[in-house]
């Protein structure tokens, strides 16, 4: 945290992403704050508590109104605010067109190799404009008295506000941090709009992606469609007189905050495994927002063919599935959702008997301090994603296990298989593999798990949030 602070010097920070970290909705009389579930609030709350700032954010919360002051500002968090969040309303009208239309029809599943269809509609592409400007305004409202910004502008739903930036403030610096996967030319090409969204990024000074073949994707995607001077080397991008830089961060989690001590581990599993009100000597876990490109359906017929193919396990592992329902709106998500209870409550339906149940789907937002002591009791934890940018529930198993032990069962088209070489990689496509490796992690030696682990641990710690934060504020600044 130190390092961050000594980049940014007497600067302040300011970040922009659709998603707020701090939402305040209705409960009867009271209001309660809560942290909505998803990769980039979690990478990112600690960073902004670190180092102070604003972080500017849709207000999407039924009582978000009634919190704020004549700016529409917060300190945040509410029980030790330390930084300010600026909250940006939308319309129903905006919100459907620019966050469900556009962003999540249109450039989620086009950056995402899942085989959903996207959908690019003249009337949401539109909104996506209008709401960009909306946030950019925020911005240089904010930002009027400063001298040279950093400015980190957050993920797809925002990739036209980097130009509108830099055209009413040259001075200031922009970060451009794109958290899901780059597709190749051919696929990006499928949006109407892509040159006017690659000019629209090309405002920042930096790009960052995950890693480094996705870098590769967007300059080739620059390339087929733009007339700019590219310096491959460099990785830098040319264009009438901007210079833009490309490079990998792979975005990571403060492992501080999932690596306090368990007292005694097994008594913690057999309180959480009698809590279920089921039986059980191994579990499994997993951790999502409910969306196709997690391979959840994936991971349950995993389960059920490893059920099948080692029956000697029947009656002895359960998986715990938490699913926090995301992106309501969108016809494919209501299916993904319907589907995996569906699914859930066939594989139980057949291996169920007494108090045994293979999957414990628990449906519905849970707090952090309720998923955590699960990730620290559990066998193994599964990542199944179909595409994922990174997969930050990869990292966060890893850094709570300060037992050293646990297996960790990750997807090859998750980010972080390129990092988490001792994970048991898995092809989510094949549910032979899945099952396989369900079978190995229950059946791998102590040794081999905490050599794993012990190898994982180090390099998460090491390559944490803050780690992450300070290269890209370096790379930012010394640009
Ligand atoms: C995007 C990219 C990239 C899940 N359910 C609940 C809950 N979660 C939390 C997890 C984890 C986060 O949500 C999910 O993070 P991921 O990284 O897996 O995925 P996305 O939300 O799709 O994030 C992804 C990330 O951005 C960062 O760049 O890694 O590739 O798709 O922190 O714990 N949290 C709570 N309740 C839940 O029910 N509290």
């Known amino acids: 945290k130190e390092f961050i602070r000594i980049e940014l010097g007497d600067k302040k920070l300011f970040l922009l992403s659709n998603r707020e970290p701090y939402m ?11 942290v909505p ?20 954010a849709h207000g999407a919360g039924d009582a978000d109104r009634e919190v704020v002051d004549r700016e529409d500002k917060i300190r945040v968090p509410p029980e030790k605010p330390s930084y300010t969040l600026k909250r940006v309303w939308l ?49 240089l ?60 990024m090309l405002g920042a000074d930096l790009i960052g992606f995950h890693i480094q073949f996705y870098c590769n994707n967007f300059l080739d995607t620059v390339d087929r469609f733009l007339e700019s001077k590219i310096d491959w080397e460099h990785f830098s991008i040319e264009r009438r007189g901007q210079i833009t830089t490309v490079k990998p961060f792979p975005i990571s989690v403060s492992f501080e905050d999932f690596s306090d001590n368990v007292e005694n581990k097994a008594k913690l599993k057999v309180k959480l495994i009698k809590e279920l009100g089921i039986k059980a000597e191994y579990i499994g ?18 389960i059920e063919r490893f059920l099948e193919k080692y029956p000697q396990f029947i009656g002895k592992f359960s998986f715990v599935q938490f699913g926090s329902p ?38 519905g937002y849970h707090p952090h301090s309720k998923i955590i002591p699960f990730y620290k009791i559990a066998d193994l934890c599964m990542v199944t994603s179909l595409h994922d940018g990174m997969n930050l529930v990869a990292k966060e198993f890893i850094a709570s296990r300060e037992d050293e032990s646990g297996v ?15 994970a048991v990689i898995i092809n989510p496509y094949d549910i032979e593999s899945i099952a396989d490796a369900i079978y190995d992690a ?30 890209l504020i370096a790379s930012l600044v010394r640009l």
Not at 25 to 33: A, F, Q, R, T, Y
């Open 37 to 56: 579930a998803g990769g980039l609030v979690t990478a990112l709350d600690p960073v902004m508590k670190a180092c102070d700032g604003v972080w500017i």
């Open 141 to 200: 409202d904010e930002i009027k008295d400063e001298d040279s910004p950093l400015v980190l502008v957050q993920d797809y739903h925002l990739a036209l506000v980097p130009l509108l930036i830099k055209q009413k403030r040259p001075d200031a610096k922009i970060a451009l941090f794109w958290h899901i996967p780059w597709p190749n030319p051919e696929v990006f090409g499928i949006c109407p709009w892509a040159r006017e969204i690659l000019i629209g």
């Open 326 to 363: 995301s992106r309501t709106h969108i016809k494919q998500y209501r299916e993904i959702m319907d589907a995996v209870e569906e699914v859930a409550d066939r594989i139980n339906w057949k291996f169920q008997s007494n108090n045994y149940k293979p999957i414990v789907f628990l449906k």
């Open 91 to 139: 319309t129903k009208e905006e919100e459907k067109k620019y966050y469900y239309g556009f962003s999540n029809e249109g450039l989620w599943p086009l950056c995402h190799i899942t085989y959903v269809r996207p959908v690019f509609r003249k009337e949401d592409w539109i909104e996506y404009q209008r709401v960009n400007e909306k946030f950019a305004n925020a911005l």
């Open 442 to 471: 229950l059946t791998m030696d102590e040794d081999e798990k905490m050599e794993r682990m012990r190898k994982m641990r180090s390099f998460i710690q090491e390559r944490n949030i803050y780690r992450w934060t300070r290269d």
């Open 285 to 302: 876990v997993g951790v999502d927002r409910i969306d196709y490109t997690k391979g959840i359906l994936e991971r349950f017929l995993g």
């Open 24 to 34: 305040h909705i209705k409960e009867g009389e009271n209001i309660k704050c809560v």
């Open 408 to 422: 960790l069962i990750l997807s090859q088209f998750a980010g972080a298989s390129r990092e988490l070489k001792d």
